[in-house]
């Protein structure tokens, strides 16, 4: 399978953003696989959105709190089965957009992480570029190779900051794929405006 696994620093860092600015100049499938926050909106519908032209695999978890998948999932009675979370099928590239960060439980036992060993995709870890993106940043980069995911590299979103992206490579031996300057909108034309990634699908 050729693709990617979207992955964040943190939640609310922009994996979204990054993930439909992937596959809409990549020409890929998305997936998310376990979405949570129904009640505030879907992200496959913001991918969707902004880039009509993407297939978009619906979830194979859908949860309505805006918590984390195993909290979610236990208020409505339900447990998440790792097991039960493959690859949608299709012969096309794919961008899969995780949940939170590498150490969100799924369940009483899985993380985050655990899913990416299991789908075996190189993974993008989008992180802020402002303070404290550094600390979180290189502990994402150590759990994943402790776990010996491959990992494509880093884009992050903001104000450029120079020393920041300077740290997170030298100190996390990763590249810096890209930098996101914040958008005044984001809306599907304006996604269009920023430069295409100049890194290939990997797979």
């Known amino acids: 399978m050729k693709g990617v696994f979207v992955t964040g620093t943190d939640t609310d860092v922009g994996k979204t ?6 596959a809409r100049n990549w020409n890929t499938d998305y997936w998310k696989p376990i979405q949570t926050g129904l009640a505030d909106g879907a992200d496959s519908v913001t991918v969707a959105r902004l ?3 993407v297939v978009v695999h619906p979830p194979a978890v859908e949860l309505q709190a805006p918590l984390s998948p195993h909290e979610a999932a236990k208020r409505e009675n339900r447990r998440i089965d790792l097991s039960s979370l493959n690859l949608p099928a299709t012969d096309r590239p794919l961008v899969v957009e995780g ?3 590498v150490m969100v439980p799924i369940n009483e036992v899985a993380l985050m992480v655990d899913l990416m060993v ?3 995709l190189p993974v993008v870890v989008v992180a802020r570029s402002g303070l404290g993106t550094i600390n979180h940043s290189l502990m ?3 759990m994943l190779r402790r776990r010996h995911v491959p990992v494509l590299g880093v ?3 903001g104000q450029r900051n120079p ?3 300077q740290a997170i490579e030298h100190f ?9 300057q914040p958008l005044p909108v984001v809306s599907e034309s304006m996604l269009a405006s920023l430069p295409p990634p100049d890194f290939p699908c990997p797979g």
């Open 51 to 53: 880039a009509p032209h």
């Open 118 to 120: 299991k789908l075996n």
């Open 155 to 157: 884009v992050m979103n």
């Open 140 to 142: 994402t980069l150590e």
């Open 99 to 101: 949940a939170g960060g």
């Open 163 to 165: 020393a920041n992206r």
């Open 17 to 22: 953003l990054v993930s439909a600015w992937l």
């Open 172 to 180: 996390g031996g990763v590249q810096v794929l890209a930098e996101i």
